[in-house]
């Protein structure tokens, strides 16, 4: 059974038709190259499929693509403006924040929801909001140290380091 | 991956009773999907048709003189965001922030953590010391029900075919009632081992009444358990009546050995998780009544 939906995919409005059995995730990685998120425990545990909807992190592997219709999904393809990097990607950059970098694109993401959201967050709130992302390279301390030089750099926070 | 199924959008709840009932086990209802895509993927569960309630506007969290009304396809994430469930009830709160992550509290719903009825659901235990209802809809009407009566068994509710659970309702609670919800859990994102909840009202003569304690994932359903309540009943309390009822909650639950903990372990994890989430309680009804 095939669907027509519209969405808005990283400030693009977008309108396809997809069968009603893929996930957001497929159609991000399949259907718009978009291959920042990534199915990897693909039951909504790992965070690597991470994407905001509505500004908000979802578990994309889990989302059937019909219900994402009328949304506004940003992947971590759209934080970039040209060649400037996010404050987020500059920081994970510096502070060496990353691996592999297979959660990374999860971890940045979910890091920018928080801190539009709550840019005071706290360090026991950093790690809570982020429990979603797993990193089997052990980056965590450098990611909760990039989180915190951005929000040091934006003014807020509670102190880098 | 994923069976080949057809989507259904209901406009109204009466709608989506009809095609329950027409589809019978081919169909089931999508919510936040966090619990029936993973048994899609992972459990071999393969269905005809996807009902989706998203239309039906059961997305509100209302007070008012018949208690807290949530709708069942409110998600995780609103009940994490809402002042009123913050303010007045707290000890679901507790619950929620200890479910799953952000990603998944973000589709997930509370309609779809009760029907889903695992006996671990973190929704359940602050719900039962509430003295919650479940409003059921169906081609004959609503039917309401204790959420006590709900859960029969392990992913088995009340819910026959052609019915949807559409509300959940909290009677009006006095203003100096306190409750918390504790989970034992592995890691983060982890269900529960153990989870305990617990409210009472201390009186101003320091007795405790309508007390309540509730179970969860140490039996086939979450369970109140009634002889640490009895046993609580009235009495003037301190940390040694705290401790008791522990003891006597200890031996009302049935739990499994299983891959997150044997039985012993969690029956010993109940004991002191009721002694913590009693004395939690009482700190928040006493810090409401100073």
Redesign the interface.
């Given at each position: 059974m095939r669907i027509k939906i519209a969405l808005k995919v990283n400030g693009q409005q977008k309108s396809l038709e997809v069968d009603a059995d893929r996930t957001l995730l497929e159609v991000l990685r399949e259907d718009f190259r978009y291959h920042g998120a990534r199915e990897a425990c693909g039951a909504g545990v790992c965070g690597a499929c991470t994407v905001l909807l509505n500004g908000k992190p979802v578990s994309s592997c889990l989302l059937l693509a019909w219900m994402a219709d009328g949304a506004e999904i940003e992947t971590i393809e759209g934080l970039a403006q040209g060649e400037k990097l996010h404050p987020i990607q500059q920081a994970f950059v510096e502070e060496g924040a990353f691996q592999c970098g297979f959660c990374t694109p999860g971890m940045i993401l979910a890091a920018k929801s928080l801190l539009d959201q709550n840019p005071e967050a706290t360090e026991e709130q950093i790690k809570d909001y982020m429990e979603g992302n797993l990193c089997r390279c052990g980056s965590y301390p450098k990611v909760i140290k990039a989180v915190k030089s951005v929000q040091a750099k934006m003014g807020g926070g509670q102190g880098a380091k | 991956?994923?069976?080949?199924?057809?989507?259904v959008v209901p406009d109204n709840i009466a709608d989506m009773c009809d095609v329950l009932k027409q589809y019978g086990a081919e169909a089931r209802v999508?919510a936040g999907?966090?619990d029936l895509?993973?048994q899609m993927?992972?459990k071999g569960v393969q269905l005809g048709y996807?009902v989706?309630g998203?239309s039906l506007g059961l997305n509100y969290i209302t007070d008012g003189p018949q208690g807290l009304r949530i709708g069942a396809f409110v998600t995780l994430?609103e009940i994490e965001r809402s002042g009123l469930v913050r303010q007045k009830y707290p000890i679901i709160l507790d619950a929620v922030?200890k479910m799953?992550?952000?990603?998944?509290r973000?589709?997930a719903t509370i309609g779809g953590n009760l029907c889903n009825a695992a006996p671990s659901a973190d929704l359940a235990p602050p719900l039962l010391a509430l003295d919650a209802e479940v409003t059921v809809f169906s081609q004959s009407g609503e039917r309401r029900l204790q959420l006590e009566d709900f859960f029969l068994g392990p992913g088995l509710t009340a819910l026959t075919n052609g019915e949807i659970l559409s509300e959940i309702r909290v009677p009006q609670l006095p203003p100096t009632w306190g409750g918390a919800y504790l989970k034992q859990q592995r890691t983060?994102?982890d269900i529960a081992i153990v989870g305990v909840a617990a409210s009472m009202l201390i009186s101003h003569n320091g007795c405790a009444s309508n007390v309540r304690i509730a179970l969860g994932a140490v039996g086939p359903t979450p369970v109140r358990a009634v002889k640490a309540e009895a046993f609580l009943e009235g009495q003037l309390i301190n940390e040694e009546k705290f401790k008791r009822a522990g003891e006597i909650a200890r031996e009302e639950c049935t739990p499994i050995d299983d891959v997150r903990a044997s039985a012993m372990y969690r029956k010993r994890v109940v004991e002191v998780l009721t002694k913590r989430a009693l004395k939690e309680a009482a700190s928040r009804s006493l810090a409401l009544s100073s």
């Open positions: - | 991956m994923l069976s080949d199924f057809e989507y999508l999907g966090t895509l993973v993927k992972r996807l989706t998203r994430s922030m799953a992550s952000p990603q998944v973000n589709l983060a994102e």
